[in-house]
């Protein structure tokens, strides 16, 4: 038999979709009714797994 092939996991993948798409962690994480802090490890796992750098890093602004 050949090698079998693994797939990333789909909550993971679902966060990376969505953050891409509202182009904000936090605005993920509203969608998805997830914390924040439950977007950041799951790209992070991806970034692992596929041995690679996702931009992801939000700007903040800030008043002067």
Known sequence: MGCIK???????????????????????AADLGVSHSAISPHVRGLEARLNVHLPHQEQRRRAY
Not at 6 to 24: K, Y
């Open 6 to 28: 693994t797939f990333a996991p789909l909550n993971a993948l679902r966060a990376l979709e969505t953050a891409g798409r509202l182009g904000s962690f936090t605005k993920a």
